[in-house]
């Protein structure tokens, strides 16, 4: 079992780091290989509507560092995927990253209907966790609309994806505190116990 790890927070070792790591921990003490990417620190761009991968599905023309990164997730058996909430929804760095996944999606035209259906050419059954740190607690005391749309929206990447299981890991009331994760125990032993499950 290999698990890769994708950080998208902008903050180093702040709580979505500390989770996706803690996350990783748990998988890497069932045995499991782990890789943990730090978006903040690569050279990455959102997607810019080319279509070009459109000629290649999976191969995004784009040459950054986003693109081995597409291809690596393609060859892991999870994969572990972090972000803060930003404005009621995911970071940049985040959507820069789901946007990019846009490579991976191609149609098929019904030839007797001429419908068009999308697919992902993406090795199915993968397995997925999604970190999502904020700073409101729950229930928010504000807009809660606004979660639950962020937390539809999120569903739609293990979907496309074909993924085998996947489940989401929410911090709240971190606020502002990058340490709020590493100074929760018990937050910590269920973001690793959500690792082990990987071998479940
Ligand atoms: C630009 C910005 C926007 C934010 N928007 C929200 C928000 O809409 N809802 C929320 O609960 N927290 C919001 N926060 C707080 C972060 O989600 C929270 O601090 C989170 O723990 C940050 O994760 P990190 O420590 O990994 O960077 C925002 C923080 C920043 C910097």
Redesign the pocket.
């Known amino acids: 079992m290999n698990v890769l790890g994708i950080?998208a927070?902008?903050?180093k070792n702040?709580?979505?780091?500390?989770?996706v790591q803690a996350v990783l921990d748990g998988a890497a003490e069932k045995g499991a290989q782990t890789r943990l990417v730090n978006l903040r620190e690569m050279d990455i761009h959102g997607c810019m509507g080319c279509e070009g991968c459109k000629k290649q599905l999976g191969q995004c023309v784009q040459k950054d560092d986003m693109t081995p990164l597409l291809q690596d997730m393609t060859g892991f058996d999870a994969v572990v995927m972090?972000t803060?909430?930003?404005?009621?929804?995911v970071?940049a760095q985040f959507k820069m990253l789901v946007d990019r996944l846009y490579c991976f999606m191609g149609t098929k035209k019904n030839s007797e209907t001429g419908e068009e259906t999308m697919f992902f050419e993406f090795p199915e059954g993968k397995k997925f966790v999604f970190i999502i740190?904020?700073?409101?607690p729950e229930p928010?005391q504000m807009f809660p609309q606004?979660y639950d749309h962020l937390n539809e929206w999120l569903n739609l990447i293990p979907i496309s994806l074909g993924a085998g299981k996947f489940e989401f890991f929410h911090?709240?009331g971190?606020?502002?505190?990058?340490k709020?994760?590493r100074n929760d125990a018990d937050l910590l032993i269920k973001a690793k116990a959500v690792g082990a499950g990987f071998f479940d």
């Open positions: 950080n927070s902008p903050r702040a709580n979505t780091q500390t989770l972090g803060p909430v930003y404005w009621f929804h970071s740190s904020r700073g409101d928010p606004f911090q709240y971190a606020h502002l505190d990058r709020a994760a």
